[in-house]
C-alpha cells in the first residue's frame, strides 16, 4: 500500500524544525484541535502549536485529555489527537488507549520521549512507552530521524482510522522535535506492508447470507457498534423493514437503528431487555453486523443462541469465530454489506407470527422499576426518564460504566446515530465527563449531558475547569447513591451483602464543588425537583451540574448472573 505525502518548506526560512514538521503534517491531515498536557519533553511541540496559532484545549490531565479525545472521536468521526509528555504524561494515556482500541476509536496520540541518546538509561521522565502501549494500540511508532516526520504522521492517522477504526501513537524523542534541517521538500511513499482490510464483501459470502435470509423463520439482527463506524444506519434500517426482520442491539451499537420504531426490541445482554434476549435464544439465524460477541452480550456461551446459524458481518476478520462459533461469515465493511444484501436479496418468509410472540415478551415484561417516593431518595431510572422528556433526539449521551450507565442504555431513547458516547469494553470509570468535554467542542451546536455515578465523576472532576474556562454548555447529570453502585449489586447478589469498601463513608458536597469552579450547581431530592431542575438546566446555555439523590439500594434489573444463559434473566 503506496500513498503520497509532501512536505512544504518553511515560507521565509531555510531551516525549520522537527516540531514544525509535526504541527504542519497534523494539520495537513484536517485537525482542527488537539486536546494535551504539556511537559519539557513536549516544549518544542507546544512551541510550533503556538506559533502555528492550532487550537489546543488543556486538559488538567492527561487521562481527562485522551477520553475528551474518544469523545471528540465518537461524534465527530474524524481522529481525536491527543499530546502528552514523556514518562508519566505517556503512561497517563494508557488507559485511554486501551479504551479505544477495544470500542474501535480513531485516535492518534504523540507522546513525548527523552533524548535519543539517553533512551534506555533510565534518564528522567523516561518510560518504554513502545512497549508499554503495544498491546493498547493498532501500532505504534518511535520517530528516530527527522525524515521520517511527515510520513510516520501520515500513516498514523491513515492506520488509525481505516478498516476497523483504532488507537495509534507515536513516540517523539525531545531532540528530534527540536532538530533543524533544510531538506524539507520531500516526496515519500507511505509504506505499510502487512496493514490489509476488507470493504467489498465477498459475493459468495453475500449469497449465502442472503438464502439463509429468506429460508429463516425466526431471524434476529444483532447491531454492533460497525453499524455506527460505517454511517450504516439507514441502510441498516431499510435492510430491517425490506424483511421485517427485529433488531436487537449491543450497548455500544444503541442508536443505530430508532428506539422507537416497531422492529426495535431494545438492548440485549446482561441487562438487557426480556423481549431482545429471548429472541437471541429463540432465533432460527442471528445476523451479527459490527459487534465483538463479548461475553456481556453472550451470558453462557453454551447457551447462547444454541438453535440458530450464526452469521457475523465484521470488518476486522479476527473477531469472526473467536468466541463465538459462526456459520456464516461475511468479511467487509457493514455500509457495503448491507448494501450489496439489499440488492440481491428477495422475499423471505413471512414474520407475522414470529414478531407477534416477540411483541407478547415485549408487552408482558416491559422493562420496571421500583418507585415509592419514599424518603430515601429519587428512582435513578426516573431521572433517566425525565433527561429523555426533556431533551431531543439530536442531544449527545455520555456516561462512564456501572448501574448509572446501564439505567441510560434502559431508559433513554436513542433516536439517532452518533450520539451515544460510552466506555463498553473497558469499563472506564471517569470516561464520561471529559467524553462530554470532547464531544462538545466537537459538535458545539448539539446538547451534551454526561450521565455520571458519583463515584467516576470523582475520578476525572478536575475537567470541570476546563468547562467553566471554555464555558462549554455541558449539563453533568449526577446519580449519586453514595455507594459504588454496581459493585455493590454484585456484592448483594453474589457475596451476601458484604459491602467491602463499596459505601464511602465521606462524600463531597458536589454542589459546591461546582460552584468553587464557578459552575452552576443544583441538588435534586423528590420528583418534582428532579422535573423541574431538569426541565430548566437543559436550556441554560452556560455548563450546570445536577446533583440527583437517588436510592442508594437500587439495582440494576433485568440482568443475566454471570455463567447464566440470556434466557435465564431475573428480575423481569
Known amino acids: 500500500m503506496k500513498v503520497q505525502t509532501k512536505t512544504a518548506a518553511e515560507p521565509g526560512s531555510r531551516l525549520t524544525t522537527g516540531a514544525d514538521i509535526l504541527v504542519r503534517a497534523i494539520l495537513r491531515e484536517g485537525t482542527d484541535m488537539v486536546f494535551g ?58 488507559t485511554g488507549l486501551m479504551d479505544a482500541i477495544i470500542d474501535s476509536l480513531p485516535l492518534v496520540v504523540f507522546t513525548g520521549q527523552v533524548a535519543t541518546k539517553v533512551i534506555g538509561s533510565d534518564a528522567f521522565q523516561e518510560a518504554d512507552v513502545i512497549g508499554i502501549t503495544a498491546p ?28 476497523r477504526p483504532g488507537p495509534v501513537l507515536v513516540d517523539l524523542p525531545k531532540d528530534i522535535c527540536a532538530a533543524q534541517t533544510d531538506k524539507v521538500h520531500e516526496e515519500k511513499e507511505m509504506n505499510l506492508p502487512g496493514y490489509h482490510f476488507t470493504v467489498r464483501p465477498a459475493d459468495e459470502q453475500v449469497r449465502k447470507l442472503a438464502e439463509a435470509i429468506e429460508r429463516a423463520v425466526r431471524p434476529v439482527l444483532l447491531t454492533g457498534a460497525g453499524v455506527l463506524h460505517a454511517n450504516a444506519s439507514d441502510l441498516l434500517r431499510s435492510f430491517a423493514e425490506k424483511h421485517n426482520l427485529p433488531v436487537v442491539s449491543t450497548l455500544l451499537g444503541l442508536g443505530s437503528f430508532p428506539a422507537s420504531h416497531p422492529l426495535f426490541l431494545g438492548m440485549g445482554g446482561m441487562h438487557g431487555t426480556y423481549a431482545a434476549n429471548m429472541a437471541i435464544s429463540e432465533s432460527d439465524l442471528l445476523i451479527n453486523i459490527g459487534s465483538r460477541f463479548d461475553d456481556r452480550l453472550t451470558g453462557n456461551l453454551e447457551k447462547f443462541a444454541m438453535n440458530a446459524l450464526i452469521a457475523h458481518i465484521d470488518i476486522d476478520p479476527s473477531e469472526i469465530g473467536k468466541n463465538v462459533p459462526v456459520d456464516l461469515p461475511v468479511i467487509g465493511d457493514a455500509a457495503a454489506v448491507l448494501k450489496r444484501l439489499n440488492e440481491v436479496t428477495g422475499n423471505a418468509a413471512d414474520k407475522g407470527k414470529w414478531l407477534r410472540h416477540l411483541q ?135 457475596y451476601e451483602k458484604r459491602y467491602a469498601e463499596s459505601i464511602p463513608s465521606f462524600q463531597p458536597d458536589f454542589v459546591k464543588l461546582a460552584e468553587s469552579y464557578g459552575i452552576r450547581g443544583e441538588r435534586v431530592t423528590t420528583e418534582e425537583e428532579a422535573d423541574q431542575v431538569i426541565a430548566d438546566s437543559i436550556h441554560d446555555p452556560h455548563p450546570v451540574l445536577i446533583d440527583c439523590h437517588v436510592k442508594q439500594m437500587a439495582n440494576v434489573f433485568p440482568m443475566v448472573a454471570p455463567g447464566k444463559g440470556l434466557n435465564e434473566m431475573i428480575g423481569v
Not at 467516576?456 to 464555558?471: P, S
Open 136 to 163: 493498547a494500540t493498532k501500532h505504534n511508532f518511535q520517530v528516530r530521524d527527522i525524515r521520517e516526520l511527515p510520513g510516520v504522521v501520515r500513516e498514523a492517522f491513515y492506520v488509525a482510522s481505516t478498516g
Open 37 to 94: 498536557y504539556p511537559g519539557g519533553a513536549v516544549l518544542p511541540i507546544y512551541d510550533a502549536l503556538y506559533r502555528k496559532k492550532v487550537r489546543h484545549i488543556l486538559a488538567r490531565h492527561e487521562q481527562g485529555a485522551i477520553h475528551a479525545a474518544e469523545g471528540y472521536a465518537r461524534v465527530s468521526g474524524k481522529p481525536g489527537v491527543v499530546i502528552a509528555t514523556s514518562g508519566p504524561g505517556a503512561t497517563n494515556v494508557v
Open 360 to 494: 407478547s415478551y415485549r408487552s408482558q415484561h416491559p422493562l420496571h422499576y421500583e418507585n415509592d417516593r419514599t424518603n430515601d431518595g429519587l428512582a435513578p431510572q426516573r431521572v433517566i426518564e425525565y433527561v429523555c422528556r426533556y431533551t431531543d433526539s439530536d442531544t449527545v449521551i455520555t456516561t462512564d460504566v456501572g448501574q448509572h450507565q446501564m439505567w441510560t442504555a434502559q431508559y433513554y431513547r436513542f433516536e439517532r446515530p452518533d450520539n451515544w458516547v460510552t466506555s463498553g469494553g473497558l469499563g472506564t470509570m471517569g470516561f464520561g465527563f471529559p467524553a462530554a468535554i470532547g464531544a462538545q467542542v466537537a459538535k458545539p451546536q448539539k446538547p451534551v449531558v454526561a450521565i455520571v455515578g458519583d463515584g467516576g465523576f470523582q475520578m476525572t472532576l478536575q475537567e470541570l475547569a476546563v468547562v467553566k474556562e471554555l464555558d462549554l454548555p455541558i449539563k453533568i447529570v449526577v446519580l449519586n447513591n453514595h455507594t459504588l453502585g454496581m459493585v455493590r449489586q454484585w456484592q448483594e447478589a453474589f
